[in-house]
């Protein structure tokens, strides 16, 4: 062959190679986003600055907000630590999978390890995953975080107060007292206590503790795509704070707290920033339930909702919730859309494309509306259960339907405490009431007698509750209910 025919055809070779490699680039898949979850414990709806807290500063929570979509209208599957941690890690109401209330080393039961979370169904896309923090879904090894999807796990079984110190950090003196007959509280690595934590000074160093092994999983992790659940010790009582941050707020040990929580999501932000993850990473911001006030000064603020934690009121349920994901999600928008913790599963499950849950669930997918169909209405009920499965409250669009019940309360003849110190529930009888919620978020205006129809339109969708999950004060037992793990 011709040697100058054989050049001139070298030029074309190289224009057919660019575009078979253009073609390739334009159809390779996405890369699988990063997810994080950054979840505090007993922080108020109003305690961030952006959604009205203060006087300390959060500038790292309100950048989150700036860059990312911003929820006034989220709420918690159930008011309490252990029945609203399962509910979001596994998308169920709690009472579907029968968990409740907050579990110490007392526990009968635990998560079923037949229940799938979010950790579990994402490693079916090859997923590395990681948990840092507050677990309280089992305290024993078999119910552990390595045995429900997590490659590693760092942190406590259960809440930080579930020791036998009291309020000025001295063990209970009177033998006889239930809090004096708590173990010591093991921070664990794996499944093995590798510290114990037996003062205050143990408490002051969890925030900063979980943020650099926070940081060190992102580090390890950037090359492939990572789940973290970073589950903060903190607002919980008792407070902890570094010496880097007492007494720098201006607002009291409650201030300083929240600035060294603030001080974390920004080491994690750049965290990602410096490694090039930022914009291929979903980072969710929220809270467990609402403030525990009886604690006073440190407490947390639910901004003017009724009530607090251990409550089916808005106060108790309603917490805050930002999810950044640049480049996805349009910044610094906000929506009052109806969501609860349980649909964080379904979400990152779409998005990932990673395997469905093969049981039934309840969260319900918000993508549309996350990346920005603002049209989008993707939950219109919620079901307020709390104690093992009282039905205590029913929500349609705006209204919500109390129904007569015992429950908690803050209010007189209920007691606030402050400086460590607690006040003391108080317990009272509840009628049936009807509130419109969007002209009333703090639930004092009772419409029931105005609106007969609506009252009972909402007995109706309660009625399809009590038959599915069952309802405690009025002694059904559900036909879809599971059972927990029994210890």
């Given at each position: 062959?011709?040697?100058?025919?054989?050049?001139?055809?070298?030029?074309?070779?190289?224009?057919?190679?660019?575009?078979?490699?253009?073609?390739?680039?334009?159809?390779?898949?996405?890369?699988?986003?990063?997810?994080?979850?950054?979840?505090?414990?007993?922080?108020?709806?109003?305690?961030?600055?952006?959604?009205?807290?203060?006087?300390?500063?959060?500038?790292?929570?309100?950048?989150?907000?700036?860059?990312?979509?911003?929820?006034?209208?989220?709420?918690?599957?159930?008011?309490?630590?252990?029945?609203?941690?399962?509910?979001?890690?596994?998308?169920?109401?709690?009472?579907?999978?029968?968990?409740?209330?907050?579990?110490?080393?007392?526990?009968?039961?635990?998560?079923?390890?037949?229940?799938?979370?979010?950790?579990?169904?994402?490693?079916?896309?090859?997923?590395?995953?990681?948990?840092?923090?507050?677990?309280?879904?089992?305290?024993?090894?078999?119910?552990?975080?390595?045995?429900?999807?997590?490659?590693?796990?760092?942190?406590?079984?259960?809440?930080?107060?579930?020791?036998?110190?009291?309020?000025?950090?001295?063990?209970?003196?009177?033998?006889?007292?239930?809090?004096?007959?708590?173990?010591?509280?093991?921070?664990?690595?794996?499944?093995?206590?590798?510290?114990?934590?037996?003062?205050?000074?143990?408490?002051?160093?969890?925030?900063?503790?979980?943020?650099?092994?926070?940081?060190?999983?992102?580090?390890?992790?950037?090359?492939?795509?990572?789940?973290?659940?970073?589950?903060?010790?903190?607002?919980?009582?008792?407070?902890?704070?570094?010496?880097?941050?007492?007494?720098?707020?201006?607002?009291?040990?409650?201030g300083d707290v929240m600035e060294e929580v603030d001080w974390s999501v920004g080491e994690v932000m750049k965290t990602l920033e410096q490694n090039h993850l930022l914009e291929n990473t979903i980072v969710i911001f929220t809270s467990d339930n609402g403030p525990w006030l009886t604690f006073g000064n440190h407490a947390g603020s639910t901004g003017g909702l009724r009530e607090g934690k251990a409550t089916i009121f808005d106060g108790g349920l309603k917490v805050p919730c930002i999810i950044s994901w640049p480049g996805h999600v349009k910044p610094a928008t906000v929506s009052n859309q109806l969501l609860t913790n349980m649909d964080l599963l379904p979400t990152i499950v779409n998005i990932t494309q990673a395997a469905k849950p093969t049981k039934k669930i309840d969260g319900i997918d918000f993508t549309e509306l996350l990346l920005g169909n603002t049209l989008s209405t993707p939950r219109d009920e919620l079901a307020y259960y709390h104690n093992k499965n009282n039905l205590k409250a029913i929500r349609k669009g705006k209204w919500k339907l109390v129904f007569p019940a015992e429950t908690e309360t803050y209010e007189a003849p209920a007691t606030i405490g402050g400086d460590r110190y607690p006040g003391k529930y108080a317990t009272v009888k509840v009628p049936l009431a009807l509130y419109n919620l969007a002209i009333d978020p703090g639930e004092d205006r009772d419409l029931k007698d105005q609106y007969p129809e609506i009252v009972k339109q909402l007995q109706q969708v309660a009625d399809k509750y009590r038959r599915t999950l069952g309802d405690g004060l009025n002694n059904m037992e559900g036909t879809e209910i599971r059972p927990a793990a029994q210890l």
């Open positions: 062959m011709d040697l100058k025919y054989i050049f001139s055809f070298i030029p074309f070779l190289f224009t057919l190679g660019a575009s078979a490699a253009s073609i390739t680039d334009e159809n390779k898949p996405a890369p699988l986003p990063n997810i994080i979850i950054i979840l505090m414990d007993d922080m108020g709806y109003a305690d961030p600055v952006c959604y009205g807290g203060g006087p300390y500063q959060t500038p790292n929570i309100d950048k989150l907000a700036a860059q990312g979509l911003r929820f006034t209208d989220f709420y918690a599957a159930q008011p309490i630590c252990t029945a609203s941690r399962s509910a979001l890690l596994t998308g169920c109401y709690p009472t579907r999978i029968g968990i409740s209330g907050a579990i110490d080393h007392n526990a009968k039961f635990a998560l079923n390890p037949d229940e799938q979370t979010i950790a579990e169904l994402l490693k079916s896309k090859g997923y590395k995953t990681g948990m840092v923090g507050k677990w309280h879904l089992g305290h024993k090894e078999p119910y552990l975080p390595l045995q429900n999807g997590f490659d590693e796990f760092y942190g406590l079984p259960y809440s930080n107060d579930m020791w036998a110190y009291d309020y000025e950090g001295k063990k209970w003196q009177d033998s006889t007292f239930w809090r004096a007959q708590y173990p010591p509280l093991p921070l664990i690595e794996g499944n093995k206590t590798v510290k114990i934590i037996d003062s205050f000074d143990g408490q002051d160093q969890l925030t900063t503790d979980y943020t650099n092994r926070a940081v060190s999983f992102i580090k390890r992790n950037k090359n492939n795509p990572f789940f973290l659940y970073l589950a903060h010790a903190m607002v919980h009582v008792p407070l902890g704070v570094s010496e880097k941050f007492k007494g720098k707020s201006g607002a009291g040990m409650f």
